[in-house]
Structure formats: structure tokens, C-alpha cells
């Protein structure tokens, strides 16, 4: 006698169909677009860039580290094994973005709190992979 497994939450894995997951790399590859065109022009010294970091006052070096972290990020996002830690770390650096434009340079922080809510997304439907990720770092 065999027994037919019953199709519940806790037994069946729910993935993201074709339409889903097209959807979501095309995130992916917007956000990565748009995230790493912003840290090649803070790695290149764009002067809209080296003014805004002087106007933040904490240095050219944050627009290195923060150019770096983009392009890095960017790049982790194409790559499907680092995608949802790209994200994570995304979600991070565009959260303080959002802080930096409201409170330091007090402009609009639109821009960076939509990307973030893209690195949100993104990070969420790559959970189970990321866990995987890590979960595989940790034992080693």
C-alpha cells in the first residue's frame, strides 16, 4: 500500500512560475543597471558626485567605499548564488541613502527608497537561496 503525499504548505515548496521569475531578473538586472552605473560614476569621480559627497563631509573616501559597494552589488546581482545577498546588502546601503538625502542633504529620497523596495523584493523571493548560501558558509 503506498501513501500519495498531500499537497500542503509544509510539504510543497511554492516557486515562482515562468511569467514570476522572468519577471524578477528583469529586477535584478534594472537594479543591478541602475545601482552599478551609480558607483562607476562615484568610482570615476563624476563632479555632481565629488560634490555631493563633499557636501555630506565625511570624506572622499566614503564616495570610494560606497562606489565600490555598488559596483560590487551590482555585479552580486547577476550572479544567481550571491543575488539575494547582493540584495540584502543593497537593501542596506540604500536604506542609508534614504537617511543621507532626508537628513543630511535634506533632498528627496524618492529615488533610493524605491530601489530599496526593489533590493526588498528581490531579497525576498531569493530567501531560500540565501539561506542556502549562508547556511553553507557557516558550516565550513
Known amino acids: 500500500m503506498s501513501t500519495i503525499p498531500k499537497k500542503n504548505s509544509e510539504t510543497v515548496a511554492r516557486t515562482p512560475g515562468r511569467a514570476g521569475s522572468i519577471g524578477v531578473w ?4 534594472v537594479l543591478a543597471a541602475i545601482i552599478a552605473g551609480g558607483g562607476i560614476s562615484k568610482l570615476a ?4 558626485m565629488v560634490d555631493m559627497f563633499a557636501d555630506i563631509g565625511a570624506g572622499q573616501w566614503l564616495r ?7 559596483v560590487a552589488g ?4 547577476l550572479i544567481p548564488a550571491l543575488a539575494g545577498l547582493a ?3 543593497l537593501a542596506a ?26 533590493a526588498a523584493v528581490i531579497a525576498r523571493t531569493r530567501w531560500s537561496r540565501t539561506e542556502a548560501v549562508v547556511g553553507t558558509l557557516l558550516r565550513r
Open 26 to 29: 528583469i529586477l535584478h538586472v
Open 45 to 48: 569621480g563624476d563632479p555632481v
Open 87 to 89: 540584495s540584502l546588502g
Open 64 to 70: 570610494y567605499l560606497v562606489g565600490a559597494l555598488e
Open 93 to 118: 546601503l540604500l536604506t542609508g541613502a534614504v537617511i543621507t538625502d532626508q537628513f543630511v542633504l535634506e533632498q528627496s529620497p524618492w529615488l533610493p527608497l524605491a530601489l530599496l523596495m526593489v
Open 74 to 77: 551590482g555585479v552580486g546581482l
